[in-house]
């Protein structure tokens, strides 16, 4: 009985440990303060090409950015998801690689990776889904190979409806383990336009119902969520809500905007637009934050410096200040 117990405030205190080592982590996080976003520089060649790319999303280790591309030679025709890959943060880009089990003659857009990076989620317009674009999410097991994907499963009925369901990001948060796909969608009861959902999952793997996350919503459109993945306290989405930079016509482009808070369990801040440095008068859109913070990869359309027309990736970076 006494190892029994020994053993007992043994884990006890583990467990208050790792608590609060997790606590504080999240904490310091939350008092991290950062420099204002540089001026973007485009990607360039190989991962920009005369075609339109969008939806950037950046690997936890720097080294394999997703994106999507419109009928890119040897994809299948439509938006598919591609990948390019360094070998170091240093290297530039490689020849982007269709991902071949993902994709089909209809769109396949907004990839974004699970924590363990296991997992792909994004959007499809395929056959056989609920509505106009439906989540589905990819597995694999080796997660350093960037072209082990397996066919997709629909997310269900849950999160999907017979609106336009999509855009996808992806929290595990460190401190209760609650796992949260934000998205945007304009299915009936929300604000207007597009609108930012969140969903928990379940002990038996399958999503919840989804619920509005008023704070980042509004009656204008809110698309493209993209949550900061260390600590879940930054979050950047799309919107032409007032405030947003005028287009020529005058009229709100699409802008980067970002919300904060202070924990997990907390409530989302005000939606701060990024500014001048980083918008541009036309569209930008879907961001994808790099692991330690600091570096900040979009698309943007018609901007000076597009290799076509139509949207380019774009990579804006900020320094960590001193504590």
């Not at 591309?69 to 299948?76: A, I």
């Not at 989620?121 to 439906?134: I, L």
């Not at 969608?185 to 929300?190: A, E, L, M, N, V």
């Not at 980083?278 to 330690?292: I, K």
Request: aromatic share 12%; charged share 15%.
């Amino acid at each position: 009985m006494k190892n029994q117990s020994r053993r007992y405030v043994a884990g006890a205190l583990l467990t208050f440990l790792v608590f609060t080592a997790s606590t504080w982590h999240l904490l310091a996080d939350a008092d991290d303060q950062y420099s204002d976003w540089s001026a973007p520089v485009n990607l360039g060649p190989p991962v920009n090409w005369i075609f339109a790319d969008v939806d950037p999303f950046i690997s936890k280790n720097g080294l394999s950015l997703y994106f999507s591309c419109n009928n890119c030679p040897g994809g299948f025709g439509g938006f598919d998801l591609w990948v390019s890959h360094r070998s170091r943060a240093e290297d530039p880009w490689g020849l982007p690689q269709n991902l071949v089990a993902l994709n089909t003659s209809a769109n396949e857009t907004n990839p974004v990776l699970s924590s363990d990076e296991h997992k792909m989620y994004f959007t499809s317009n395929r056959p056989g889904g609920f509505g106009a674009t439906d989540l589905y999410v990819s597995r694999r097991h080796n997660k350093r190979d960037n072209l082990a994907w397996q066919p997709p499963e629909n997310l269900g009925g849950s999160i999907n409806t017979t609106a336009n369901d999509r855009m996808a990001t992806y929290l595990e948060d460190e401190l209760t383990g609650v796992i949260t796909l934000y998205f945007s969608s304009d299915r009936p009861g929300g604000l207007g336009g597009d609108d930012i959902y969140a969903s928990t999952l379940q002990p038996d793997e399958t999503f919840g119902p989804a619920v509005l996350v008023a704070e980042l919503s509004s009656p204008f459109s809110e698309q493209h969520p993209a949550v900061r993945r260390r600590d879940g306290l930054e979050f950047f989405l799309v919107s032409n809500r007032p405030g947003s930079l005028l287009n020529p016509m005058g009229q709100p482009s699409f802008d980067l905007w970002v919300s904060t808070r202070a924990s997990t369990l907390a409530p989302w801040s005000a939606p701060v637009n990024l500014g001048p440095v980083v918008n541009s008068p036309f569209h930008d859109g879907r961001a994808s934050l790099s692991f330690d913070n600091t570096t900040l990869y979009f698309q943007a359309a018609q901007r000076v410096g597009n290799v076509t027309p139509a949207f380019d990736l774009w990579v804006t970076t900020r320094t960590k200040l001193q504590d």
